[in-house]
């Protein structure tokens, strides 16, 4: 018994079968978490180590080219970055895709244990971590108030953070700006030169009286009493009492000599909100947890809090669950409009409501089977998921269409309705599993790739693949059982209404339009060597087109954000750059309309506006337009440099840098003189190269500074150690902590520094004693001497070589063009000997990705013609359906030409899937004439007649797919742009391919048949 007929018999079990998988389905979708994107971890592993006034030549000497060396043979390793700052290093080391992390750091961490004893003894122990994307915040929450800042602080920290740490899944709650607590001891410079005190002996006695020292035990009786010496200091005045020395038999009290302050930290950065300051919480989600609910339970928590602290005004700055929520409804709407159109079609076709729902039923059984296959892999419900079925939504009714079309075809050449539908069902059965495991095979290539697009087109291909599947059981066993039971009663109609006329009107259109096809086909099969020169001349012209089709990495997502980072001269202070903030954010109602809120922040020599924008739908400019006038518009600020770009969390699919920047050159050489000038050469070049529109080096030229030299042999002959000098001449400048003031259960830094240190000279300074080893005062001026000097710079390193990049955005041109002017540009300055250069970021990845995905459309290619070989029982035939596949690419190089999209990933991807697609309808028409063959038609006959009875379905199909992707290629709405470049590439190539098809597979079927008979004629005599 085939499976047709099981359905047929046995219309309680399909349907009990079929409630079932709706219920896990719809429980399996209330049960999904909420996501932008699929989960991506890196093959990350960092290693950071510090070492106090090491230079960057130092640190890169003693620390970090040890530990390059250490983990360059760790099994998987695919880069090393690295970057040696005064201090401090990092290394980077990048694994492959699909390496086990937890191994790798556990190799790491033993290989770095190996060498702990061959770094210097000061230095820090290296720290390892790995990579998580989930560490970056989902909301930014901006805080403003009326209160002191330092209490404002205060409340956030004692009342606020713990609520939201709180939150299951939230990881944690970063509080930025406002002002710390801290003990301040100012000393007058004049008194302790005129009462010869040396600073280090007041940061001893400070430490030496705040202590708290347990003193042991002591038996009395039956018990042990613990003995402690409560020596802290509970308040301002037994510190301001403190003694620190003595002069001619007089106790000299730290009130003496300093004034000691309930204050707060020194600001190194300003924060404001809105033009006004403030401070601003980062919340960031435990690793796995669910984006959208985590966020949801933040904002009511969020409102509970505004009630009970009416005197603070909180105000989300940025909530990625918004930006998610959009995109997924957007999807969501897509997928359901497309699926309305498809049945609309469906309707205009069949011209019957029963037949149209029988054939519609495929779509949401087969869409709510696969929320199953979503929870049960593990899959988040995102914009890729969601895409897939929005995706395939147009192809989940094509099996049932050919089903349901035969079944009636049958049932109006006489047949009654259980022959009809046993033997119409049995009949395509074979030609709709070979047409749809055709697209199913060409996803498994996908399953190889490896890299971030793999990542993300895993769960696409998983769900479009099992929803298809779905929808050949659907077609199968669904479409057959509900035919049996509801077209049983079906009769002709003969009333003269409207109805009745618009039915038969419709019915002679279609029929006309077969006999014009079929008339069409005969004259066309008596030349189809023409057709075939005529459709080879066609493809040869298109491919002309491929000059003006871009290329990029991804394609670029408006997420509502803009992000403007000011870079001064090094050195410059922050309130210098925070001028320019603030003049920026007075023009920013003129200059960005479609602002909403907007946060700033001015930090050393740097400043940053973060700019959140209307959504999409209300604003005429995209976040990439308005990012590229900013920059245009502020460029001309004397001594600053201003970045802008579209910001949002999709940076993460690119492993985007901080500063957003489309494209990077890499210097690669030793001497760190030649490689600045060269890279200082190479950046004005590329900054007129069109498209162009902002570039900026990844090394800066130095930092101005005042350099303190020791005379060690005065110093070893005064008996005072350069340690002593440094630490002094720390306190003295920036201060030095000498110890922690405890109250309510806190600890509170005591910061000891001269008063108004640095508005005074250095030789006033310098006039401050300290004391030698043998206790005598040594005046600093006689152990010192200044020059000025540029600070140390930061040395980056790749696999173990230098390296300096030029990073740079491109607007308005795709990447490559961009990049092939910049190789013919930079060709004209010389380069030293042993210097390359490499270009990275967006480009590296896209040309790794489309070297993979050219081998997953090969692959797919050899897939689809197996699977048809199968099929046919024949070698040959396949053939004949594979001359299908290069006409697609004549809609495709149409349609992206049209829509000025550019080739990425996801136009790429299309065009694998239309590998699988476009051969459906050269299937329908080669198994049918093969049956039709086997009546004792000729092949000229045989062909033209399959072309007339198949052209029903094969609009049919080609139509409700190409409408059920159509909302997606619009593109329109928050998310949309990750979807439309493939849906384009389908829409495009099934377009012409349906078109071309129908007139050419015939011929080329006419010619392989002649051939073929030819052959045997030979043969037989």
């Not at 309930?262 to 919340?283: C, H, S, V």
């Not at 077609?475 to 039971?485: D, G, H, K, N």
């Not at 909403?596 to 740097?606: A, E, G, M, P, Q």
């Not at 540009?825 to 270009?839: E, V």
Request: hydrophobic letters at 45%; aromatic letters at 6%; glycine letters at 6%.
């Amino acid at each position: 018994m085939s499976m047709v007929s099981f359905s047929a018999r046995r219309p309680v079990f399909i349907s009990m079968a079929s409630c079932i998988i709706l219920i896990l389905g719809i429980v399996s979708l209330l049960n999904l978490p909420v996501d932008l994107m699929p989960s991506i971890t890196y093959p990350t592993v960092t290693i950071s180590t510090g070492y106090d006034d090491a230079s960057p030549e130092e640190m890169e000497e003693l620390i970090t080219k040890p530990i390059e060396k250490a983990v360059s043979a760790v099994s998987g390793v695919t880069g090393i970055h690295s970057s040696s700052g005064e201090g401090s290093s990092t290394v980077r080391i990048y694994f492959e895709w699909g390496s086990n992390l937890d191994a790798a750091i556990a190799d790491i961490r033993d290989r770095v244990e190996r060498i702990k004893a061959w770094l210097p003894e000061e230095a820090g122990s290296p720290y390892i971590r790995k990579f998580d994307a989930a560490n970056y915040p989902i909301m930014t929450i901006g805080i403003s108030t009326d209160l002191p800042p330092l209490d404002a602080r205060r409340i956030i920290e004692d009342q606020v953070q713990y609520r939201f740490e709180r939150i299951p899944g939230v990881a944690t709650c970063d509080v930025w700006g406002g002002q710390y607590r801290e003990i301040q001891v100012l000393f007058d410079a004049d008194k302790i030169k005129t009462l010869d005190i040396p600073l280090n002996n007041v940061l001893d006695s400070i430490k030496a009286g705040n202590v708290t020292a347990p003193a042991g035990n002591m038996e009395q009786g039956r018990l042990d009493v613990r003995i402690r010496t409560p020596g802290t200091m509970t308040s301002l005045e037994e510190l301001r009492d403190t003694v620190i020395g003595y002069r001619e038999g007089k106790m000299i009290r730290l009130r003496d000599v300093a004034d000691v302050l309930d204050t707060y930290a020194k600001t190194t950065q300003l924060i404001r909100f809105n033009g006004q300051p403030g401070m601003y919480m980062a919340i960031s989600k435990q690793s796995g947890a669910n984006t959208v609910q985590v966020a949801d339970a933040v904002d009511k928590e969020l409102k509970q809090i505004s009630i009970d602290l009416p005197q603070i005004k909180f105000i989300t700055i940025m909530n990625t669950a918004t930006y998610i929520k959009r995109s997924i409804n957007n999807v969501m709407n897509s997928a359901l409009t497309g699926g309305l159109l498809a049945v609309i079609v469906l309707l205009f076709f069949l011209r019957n409501i029963l037949s149209t729902l029988i054939i519609s039923v495929s779509i949401p059984l087969s869409i709510v089977a696969s929320f199953v296959l979503i929870y049960f892999c593990g899959y988040t419900l995102n914009i890729m998921t969601l895409g897939g079925l929005a995706l395939g939504i147009g192809m989940l009714v094509d099996n049932s269409i050919v089903v349901l079309e035969n079944i009636n075809r049958l049932h109006d050449e006489g047949l009654d309705t259980h022959s009809a539908v046993v033997k119409g069902g049995s009949e395509v059965t074979s030609a709709i599993m070979s047409s749809t495991l055709t697209t199913l095979v060409v996803f498994l290539p996908l399953m190889f790739i490896k890299g971030v697009a793999g990542i993300m087109f895993k769960e696409f291909s998983a769900v479009v693949a099992f929803s298809l599947t779905c929808s050949i059981f659907t077609a199968i066993l669904l479409v057959p059982m509900l035919s049996a039971r509801l077209l049983k009663y079906k009769r002709k109609h003969h009333s003269h209404g409207l109805r009745q006329r618009l039915y038969d009107w419709s019915g002679k259109i279609f029929i006309t339009v077969e006999d014009s096809y079929k008339d069409t086909l005969r004259s066309v099969l008596k030349h189809p060597w023409k057709v075939v020169f005529c459709v080879v001349i066609l493809f040869v012209s298109v491919l002309f087109l491929t000059r003006f089709i871009g290329a990029e990495f991804m394609p670029q997502a408006d997420e509502n954000e803009v992000r403007i980072r000011v870079k001064a001269e090094i050195g410059t202070r922050y309130d210098v750059v925070d001028q320019v903030i603030r003049q920026i954010e007075k023009d920013l109602p003129d200059a960005v309309p479609e602002v909403i809120h907007y946060t700033t922040r001015s930090y050393n020599d740097n400043g940053r506006l973060d700019l959140a924008l209307s959504p999409r739908s209300q604003r005429k400019r995209s976040s990439e337009e308005i990012a590229r006038e900013m920059e245009k518009r502020y460029a001309g600020i004397p001594g600053m440099e201003v970045q802008s770009w579209a910001g949002g969390g999709l940076w993460l699919l690119r492993m985007g840098g901080g500063n957003g920047e489309s494209a990077s050159l890499e210097i690669r050489g030793h001497d760190l003189t030649a490689s600045m000038a060269l890279a200082e050469q190479y950046k004005k070049v590329i900054e007129k190269i069109p498209g162009v529109t902002g570039a900026w080096l990844s090394r800066d030229k130095g930092t101005p500074e005042k350099r303190i030299i020791i005379d060690r042999n005065k110093a070893a002959d005064l008996r005072v150690s350069v340690n002593t000098i440094a630490e002094t001449l720390k306190t003295i400048i920036s201060g030095s902590s000498a110890g922690e003031f405890r109250e309510g259960g806190k600890e509170y830094n005591i910061r000891v520094k001269v008063k108004d240190a640095d508005k005074m000279s250095l030789d006033q300074l310098l006039d401050i004693n300290v004391k030698n080893q043998d206790e005598q005062k040594v005046v600093l001026r006689n152990l010192l001497r200044a020059e000025n000097s540029l600070g140390p710079v930061s040395i980056e390193r790749i696999n173990q070589e230098r390296m300096i990049a030029i990073g740079f955005n491109i607007s308005k041109r795709n990447m490559n063009d961009v990049i092939n002017d910049i190789r013919t540009a930079i060709r004209k300055i010389p380069m030293p000997p042993d210097f390359s250069i490499t270009f990275t970021g967006d480009y590296e990845e896209q040309q790794k990705s489309f070297h993979k995905l050219i081998y997953s459309l090969i692959l797919a290619l050899l897939l689809v013609y197996m699977v048809m070989a199968c099929q046919f029982e024949s070698l040959l035939d396949p053939l004949i359906v594979m001359f299908s596949t290069p006409l697609a690419a004549i809609g495709v190089i149409i349609m992206l030409f049209l829509t000025d999209t550019t080739l990425n990933v996801q136009s790429f991807i299309g065009c694998i899937m239309l590998a699988g697609i476009v051969v459906n309808n050269a299937i329908l028409l080669v198994d049918c004439a093969q049956r039709l063959r086997h009546e004792g038609l000729s092949p000229r006959q045989a062909i033209a007649e399959a072309g007339r009875q198949r052209l029903r379905p094969i609009l049919m199909t080609t139509l409700t797919t190409l409408l059920g992707l159509t909302p997606l290629a619009l593109g329109l709405g928050d998310g949309a742009e990750a979807q439309a470049p493939l849906a384009r590439a389908v829409i495009g190539g099934l377009t012409s391919s349906t078109l071309i098809t129908l007139l050419f597979i015939p011929c080329i079927y006419l010619i392989v048949e002649n051939i073929r008979h030819k052959k045997k004629k030979k043969h037989a005599h």
